[in-house]
């Protein structure tokens, strides 16, 4: 861990980021979704 960064434990539900498969889940539907478009050069 950083330094600067603090960390705190929680407990784990079910569902929560112990579920590979979900993760893998949502990060496949990240990877399709395009909705953020490229940024575009500022002019100057």
Known sequence: AHPEVAVAQVPGVAGDVADLDGL???GRRLGEQ???PE???ARG
């Open 24 to 26: 893998r889940e949502i």
């Open 39 to 41: 940024p575009v050069p």
């Open 34 to 36: 395009r909705a953020v």
